[in-house]
């Protein structure tokens, strides 16, 4: 299965969501076809983040702006648009934090003006703390509060092998305009996760203030 991961890094910082990467290796591992729509480089023109420290006296005056290739939205929209043409995901998925939901939001929204039957699944810190508002989200079909590494797993098998993926633990999703819920599923044993490849991040994620 073709999964393709959104990461609506409104802030434009270097920062790779761990919970996020995890997923990505798992799923790579359990032999999916996993592709990565990062904005992190492209809608800012410079470290917000490190521009903050910086300026507290933090970390020293460093100039990286040779990592930033600004897009304007429209212009984001459109390499977006000719990913999934040319991906042809069989589900998109996305971490939202506070600060990405909006641009999350507008992200998800392009993807089913593309295609309206395109399933579309979130987690993260936000899905997990108000999933319940969350999920109302009309862009938004599947949600899974809490840890997803076990749940994204159960649900990509599903979908995968054509069965009800709303059997999946821990999973939010809407069935004729009703929201439903599972009961959370159990915790990850955290000594049998993999190393993550790291290989689907831009190396610019890597350089840090020092």
């Known amino acids: 299965m073709k999964i393709l991961f959104l990461y609506p890094n409104f802030g434009g910082y270097g920062k790779i969501p761990v919970g996020m990467a995890l997923l990505m290796t798992i799923l790579k591992n359990e032999g999916h076809t996993i592709e990565l729509f990062d904005v992190s480089f492209i809608i800012a023109d410079h470290n917000f983040n490190d521009e903050e420290l910086e300026r507290r006296g933090s970390v020293k005056e460093t100039d990286t702006t040779y990592l930033y290739d600004y897009h304007t939205h429209d212009e984001i929209d459109d390499l977006l648009v000719s990913k ?20 999350c939001h507008r992200l998800l ?35 899974i509060k809490g840890e997803a590494e076990g749940p994204m797993s159960e649900f990509c098998s599903l979908m995968e092998k054509k069965e009800d993926v709303t ?6 999703y809407k069935k004729n305009g009703v929201v439903h819920h599972n009961k959370l599923a159990p915790l990850a044993n955290m000594d049998e996760l993999p190393i993550m490849d790291w290989s689907f991040w831009d190396d610019a994620h890597f350089v840090k203030a020092y």
């Not at 991906?87 to 934090?97: K, W």
């Open 109 to 143: 929204k392009l993807i089913k003006t593309i295609n309206p039957e395109m399933p579309t699944i979130v987690g993260g810190s936000t899905p997990s703390i108000a999933a319940g508002t969350v999920i109302e989200n009309p862009y938004i079909d599947y949600l």
């Open 84 to 103: 999934v043409r040319k991906f042809s995901p069989d589900l998109v998925a996305s971490t939202v934090v506070e600060d990405n939901y909006r641009y």
């Open 167 to 172: 059997k999946t633990g821990s999973l939010y």
